[in-house]
T-cell receptor, first 117, second 110 residues
Framework: DTGVSQDPRHKITKRGQNVTFRCDPISEHNRLYWYRQTLGQGPEFLTYFQNEAQLEKSRLLSDRFSAERPKGSFSTLEIQRTEQGDSAMYLC???????????????FGEGSWLTVV | RKEVEQDPGPFNVPEGATVAFNCTYS??????FFWYRQDCRKEPKLLMSVYSSGNEDGRFTAQLNRASQYISLLIRDSKLSDSATYLCVVNGAGTYKYIFGTGTRLKVLA
């Protein structure tokens, strides 16, 4: 399968613990996005990378959240000192830009479900 | 005002009906527009891009009205399998982030 891959798919953690999610984008996709989605809402933008550079961060991304894409391939999203309000599905998406005919469609992974208890 | 607004529904329609969803966006400089479909507890998947001239893909037709800043999706001959949430997505000028609406829930009834 060459789609966007996310790990873990489900995570239950106690309030105050740290969690890390990993995303492997579609091979050769140079742009990678993180979104958060709660029940009844559309995905909310968190941040995106162009290769290894983090180009934009949402105000939603508090100091407890950090994302990296060290080699321009996979990315990690870490949440420190989790709170119950962090419970959501965390979606990763990727796209290929800069190549003729590639368009600007983003493709999502299956998401990582976080439950903070 | 939200950047992308949709009627959350739900829209309950019988099989075979035609249903239309609208979506408005606030950034007049927005350049790219999409409709995504999302099934319960699944990831969003691209349904179709929306082009200035309007475009059709089988039973689905998308329209863009830049002057009024809205996008529409028309589904003809609804199938049970069309039941899902339809997300309007806008990508703004000067930024490469994609802004999603809250989604419109559709339920097609037998």
């Amino acid at each position: 399968d060459t789609g966007v891959s996310q790990d873990p798919r489900h995570k239950i953690t106690k309030r105050g613990q740290n969690v890390t999610f990993r995303c492997d984008p579609i091979s050769e996709h140079n742009r990678l996005y993180w979104y958060r989605q709660t029940l009844g809402q559309g995905p909310e933008f968190l941040t995106y990378f162009q290769n290894e550079a983090q180009l934009e961060k949402s105000r939603l991304l508090s100091d407890r959240f950090s994302a990296e894409r060290p080699k321009g391939s996979f990315s990690t999203l870490e949440i420190q000192r989790t709170e119950q309000g962090d419970s959501a599905m965390y979606l990763c998406a990727s796209s290929l830009v800069g190549q003729a005919g590639s368009g600007n469609t983003i493709y999502f992974g299956e998401g990582s479900w976080l439950t903070v208890v | 005002r939200k950047e992308v607004e949709q009627d959350p529904g739900p829209f309950n329609v019988p099989e075979g009906a035609t249903v239309a969803f609208n979506c408005t966006y606030s950034n007049s400089a927005s350049q790219s527009f999409f409709w995504y479909r999302q099934d319960c507890r699944k990831e969003p998947k691209l349904l179709m891009s929306v082009y200035s001239s309007g475009n059709e893909d089988g039973r689905f037709t998308a329209q863009l009205n830049r002057a009024s800043q809205y996008i529409s999706l028309l589904i003809r001959d609804s199938k049970l399998s069309d039941s899902a949430t339809y997300l309007c997505v806008v990508n703004g000028a000067g930024t490469y982030k994609y802004i999603f609406g809250t989604g419109t829930r559709l339920k097609v009834l037998a």
